[in-house]
């Protein structure tokens, strides 16, 4: 484990430290008790940077050890996953399939060492005899399982531009923001943001609240802005994202722990929590104004009346609108009469 845990910690080894490392791992692997063996391929499953021979070497142990490093090493190749399927034997093979992404090619080997596996004879049930399967037959189940194994590896890895659902920038919006942004108009900044997540202003400002920019990253990742806008964007309204970190800037090391899928469910969950609290604010805001406006109302309706009762009467104005009003409706009534 000491090897390599060294191992791990070189980001970018040199071809020296490789073929040292591929000379020293089977060795000590071999010497190694079986839970160490785990624990070095559970960490190894994870590194990029493992030698084709290690891997390899790993890939052949006995499933129980191999298993975490056929699911999800990056370093098998095709031609290296193919290769240990078909010699390997089933076990290795199901582990393959585990993985997150699988090419075509490999879609294809795999389906191809299944129907191979698969028994080419069946037993008639009535005569006992035993015949061969229908070629059509099989061939027909093997077509069916390679569409099913792709649609599986389509649905798992949807391309970015599949937006189907979710909510998405335009391009005017878009250019909005980035103008606003150029131009450090803020407030406008935030009524356009408003506006591309459909929400309230209230929301927005919350966003732009957060001095750390990460909220702000989010949101924008989360409506599929392209990533050199949204850096542009967070360094214009957040200067310290400018400072550059391990030959990074801040703003792209921050762009780069997102996820977009993450970022969209983060944003829907905010406009539901907006979408309550701004309505309930609202219908407050609203019920208070009628209650204000219904008592203003029947405080100038008695200060009307108090003055037509002090002045002796309705005033002259008023009594002609009365009368006015009483005619209208006596020649309203004899038309409806006749």
Known sequence: MATVTSFENVRHPRKSELRQFAEL???LFQASSEEARRQAVAALSQNPNVP??????????????AAPFLASSPCLSDDLLI???????????????????????????????????APSRHTDERSGDISPAPEKAQQDHSEELRQRIKRLANHLNAPTSDRLGMRTITPMQEALLVRFARTGEADHFCSALAEVLSASRWLAERIMLDISGRQLAVTLTGVAMPPEETI??????????SETVAELTRADALLKELDPIDCADRIETWRRADNYTYRQHTTATTASLSVSGADDMMAGLSTTRTDELSAGGASPDRRRA??????HARQMLRARQR
């Open 25 to 27: 791992f089977a060795p």
């Open 52 to 65: 084709p021979a290690v891997a390899l070497f790993i890939a052949s142990q006995p499933i129980a050890i």
């Open 83 to 117: 290769m240990i399927a078909r010699t390997q034997g089933a076990a290795h093979a199901r582990a393959i399939v585990r993985r997150q992404s699988l090419s075509p090619t490999v879609i294809d080997a795999l389906v191809g060492l299944r129907h191979s596996l």
């Open 232 to 241: 542009f964007v967070l360094k214009r309204l957040y200067p310290h994202l």
């Open 322 to 327: 009365a009368i006015v009003g009483d005619d």
